[in-house]
């Protein structure tokens, strides 16, 4: 299809931006990669009368690590970038493979970390390891700056805590500690491209074969990503069997509520939680081999 006419408007600051989306509304529309932009925009499921790039705005590409506060990934970060880093490969592998899952190599290069969660589509790739890597997500508004945890950012299928004037400026990942260990696993018909059957994150915090801290995310398989609140509390302060890890991958399949639709049906996506949630656990612990991403 033809894409539509609209505005295109180039704010070089983000106080120039903020201030354009109070002023045209909700008309305007924020673009970073513009990969789930100008797509949508084409095939009539996305209307915007303003798109206001942020390209020009400098300062929002960064790609940074501090020992206190983590992983700093700026809105303009491409996850082809954080995908290949070995910054973040170092770091916390988890989220360069969880960067490598989204659609393509082509896509990657342009689109963003920021508007992969800005979408706020219940199977997206990256919501699950920064829900449970318990990452900060730093908002600009007209008001002030604030900032608000990643489990709390999803609102609905394509609605976030976002108000009128805000934009994402970045993401924070707090630092693994030698005791902590993630990992993401994506389930779909094909490596590449496709959209996730089920995703799921794990974030462990060992003291020698117990856990004595974790957080379980969940994606494709209720309105927003999801936290398995019952599943962490089965495994908190206890060494990590397999008969553990099956009771909480039980519990973690019985708390979630997806639909069917063209890629698998609800019950099939049960199972597969049942089966992945002890999957990524026991990937966490198990770390990542040199070289795999």
């Not at 903020?18 to 305007?28: F, I």
């Not at 099956?246 to 890629?263: F, L, Q, Y």
């Amino acid at each position: 299809m033809v894409l539509p006419e609209f505005e295109y408007l180039v704010p070089t600051t983000i106080e120039e931006a903020s201030n354009l989306l109070v002023e045209l509304g909700s008309g305007a529309r924020v673009m970073a990669g513009g990969t789930d932009t100008i797509p949508p925009m084409k095939d009539g499921a996305l209307k915007a009368d303003y798109v206001l790039s942020l390209t020009r705005i400098p300062g929002l590409d960064y790609l940074e690590y501090d020992e206190k506060e983590g992983l700093k990934i700026g809105c303009l970060t491409k996850l082809f970038d954080i995908q290949t880093s070995p910054l973040v490969h170092e770091k916390n592998p988890a989220v360069s493979q969880a960067a490598k899952y989204v659609a393509s190599t082509q896509v990657r290069n342009r689109g963003t970390m920021v508007g992969n969660i800005c979408n706020a589509s219940p199977s997206c790739d990256t919501a699950p390891i920064l829900i449970a890597c318990d990452a900060t997500i730093k908002i600009h508004g007209p008001e002030k700056p604030r900032e608000v945890k990643a489990v709390d950012f999803f609102k609905g299928v394509k609605r976030t805590c976002l108000e009128r004037g805000e934009i994402v400026t970045g993401i924070v990942i707090p630092p693994l500690a030698e005791n902590e260990h993630s990992a993401y696993i994506k389930h779909s018909v094909r490596r590449a491209l496709d959209l996730a059957i089920v995703g799921v994150a794990a974030w462990v915090q060992m003291d020698g074969s117990v856990c004595k801290d974790c957080r379980i995310a969940l994606g494709a398989v209720a309105t927003t990503p999801i936290r398995a609140y019952e599943a962490e509390k089965v495994l908190i302060g206890k060494a990590l069997t397999d008969e553990l890890l099956n009771e909480a991958s039980i519990i973690a399949m019985r708390n979630c509520h997806p639909i069917s639709d063209v890629r698998a049906s609800a019950e099939y996506r049960r199972d597969m939680i049942r089966v992945f949630v002890k999957r990524s656990i026991k990937k966490a612990l198990e770390g990542y081999e040199e070289g795999s991403i």
